[in-house]
């Protein structure tokens, strides 16, 4: 594949989920599947970022990859384009657990996605190898990770790229079955009924989110102010509440990413902000809870993590 050709690119991208589009979701295909999957390809064309996911899957199938010796991080797991290449194993259309493209791709496409594998050691040499031969030993850097039980090679493909100057892979390594077994033992797990999924997966967000828990979702739980399925534990939770309560999907999308980094905490909401979501009914415990938040993961990021460890 020309790698600076981004037409060919995105041709190629589409083919591939057209090819893989009924073995996920069979023979006759809901009107939702196909929306869903065009208007990620349009954005993905435009933005100029088919190759990334390309790339990626490329060296996932070259070094024979299995789906137990990785998970995709992050929000580009909310995508259908990654669940039909095998990228993801979350599908976005779950009825339980939705997923919104805009978490990853913004409303308007203004957001590229990105793309960092969570691998085991066999998985990470083996793709280190692949990317050293592809690109050049000098493409692949090994970095320190902010947890410093972790590993990370950062592989600066774009370089190569002229359509796409800024584009790395984050492939990082550590003792997973080490963070499963604290996820396990966490106080939040254990004080919760998690035998249906939908809670499993919000208990994850409340244990890997920042201040969502402690003086927060707690508190609202102990309380009976608020139930289970209303508590912010990922950025969808804000997403979906400003949507059910009628808010615009852009300015839903803009609170939603204020909470998720923790700008509501740092600063507070804006007048503007306040005003629509008091206009629009959000009760004031939720707006409350919002502005205590330090930091949000993504849905997808749960999924893909709890599937790949056996817990969903």
Same mark, same amino acid.
């Given at each position: 594949?020309?790698?600076?050709?981004?037409?060919?690119?995105?041709?190629?991208?589409?083919?591939?989920?057209?090819?893989?589009?009924?073995?996920?979701?069979?023979?006759?295909?809901?009107?939702?599947?196909?929306?869903?999957?065009?208007?990620?390809?349009?954005?993905?064309?435009?933005?100029?970022?088919?190759?990334r996911f390309?790339?990626?899957?490329?060296?996932?199938?070259?070094?024979?990859?299995?789906?137990?010796?990785?998970?995709?991080? &992050?929000?580009?797991?909310?995508?259908?384009? @990654?669940?039909? %290449?095998?990228? #993801?194993?979350?599908?976005? !259309?779950? +009825?339980?657990?939705?997923?919104?493209?805009?978490?990853?791709?913004?409303?308007?496409?203004?957001?590229?996605?990105e793309m960092?594998?969570?691998?085991?050691?066999?998985?990470?040499?083996?793709?280190?190898?692949?990317?050293d031969a592809?690109?050049?030993?000098?493409?692949?850097?090994?970095?320190?990770?902010?947890?410093?039980?972790?590993?990370?090679?950062?592989?600066?493909?774009?370089?190569?790229?002229?359509?796409?100057?800024?584009?790395?892979?984050?492939?990082?390594?550590?003792?997973?079955?080490?963070?499963?077994?604290?996820?396990?033992?966490?106080?939040?797990?254990?004080?919760?009924?998690?035998?249906?999924?939908?809670?499993?997966?919000?208990?994850?967000?409340?244990?890997? &989110?920042?201040?969502?828990?402690?003086?927060? @979702?707690?508190? %609202?739980?102990? #309380?009976?102010?608020?139930? !289970?399925? +209303?508590?912010?534990?990922?950025?969808?939770?804000?997403?979906?509440?400003?949507?059910?309560?009628?808010?615009?999907?852009?300015?839903?999308?803009?609170?939603?990413?204020?909470?998720?980094?923790?700008?509501?905490?740092?600063?507070?909401?804006?007048?503007?902000?306040?005003?629509?979501?008091?206009?629009?009914?959000?009760?004031?415990?939720?707006?409350?809870?919002?502005?205590?938040?330090?930091?949000?993961?993504?849905?997808?990021?749960?999924?893909?993590?709890?599937?790949?460890?056996?817990?969903?």
């Open positions: 594949m020309p790698v600076n050709d981004n037409r060919n690119a995105a041709g190629m991208l589409e083919a591939r989920v057209q090819k893989a589009i009924k073995n996920r979701y069979g023979d006759v295909l809901q009107t939702k599947v196909i929306e869903r999957m065009n208007r990620e390809l349009e954005v993905i064309k435009e933005q100029g970022t088919a190759e390309l790339i990626l899957s490329d060296a996932l199938c070259a070094t024979g990859a299995e789906p137990d010796e990785f998970f995709l991080r &992050g929000s580009t797991g909310s995508l259908i384009v @990654a669940y039909l %290449l095998g990228l #993801s194993s979350a599908d976005p !259309l779950d +009825e339980q657990l939705p997923l919104y493209a805009e978490v990853c791709l913004g409303v308007d496409g203004e957001r590229k996605p960092e594998l969570n691998v085991d050691s066999g998985l990470l040499k083996k793709l280190a190898d692949y990317f592809k690109y050049g030993r000098e493409m692949t850097e090994t970095k320190n990770h902010p947890d410093e039980s972790l590993s990370m090679v950062k592989v600066y493909v774009g370089r190569t790229l002229k359509n796409d100057p800024k584009f790395f892979i984050n492939l990082i390594n550590g003792d997973w079955a080490e963070n499963v077994d604290s996820f396990r033992d966490n106080e939040i797990y254990a004080s919760m009924n998690t035998n249906d999924p939908v809670s499993r997966v919000k208990c994850y967000g409340l244990i890997q &989110g920042t201040d969502t828990w402690n003086d927060n @979702a707690k508190e %609202l739980l102990q #309380s009976g102010i608020a139930q !289970l399925e +209303e508590i912010i534990a990922f950025r969808e939770d804000v997403y979906e509440m400003m949507l059910k309560h009628g808010i615009e999907s852009r300015e839903a999308f803009k609170i939603m990413d204020y909470v998720g980094k923790g700008k509501a905490k740092k600063s507070g909401f804006t007048d503007g902000m306040i005003r629509t979501m008091e206009g629009a009914g959000i009760p004031e415990w939720y707006i409350g809870s919002c502005e205590k938040i330090a930091y949000l993961f993504p849905r997808s990021h749960a999924i893909n993590m709890l599937k790949w460890c056996g817990m969903l």
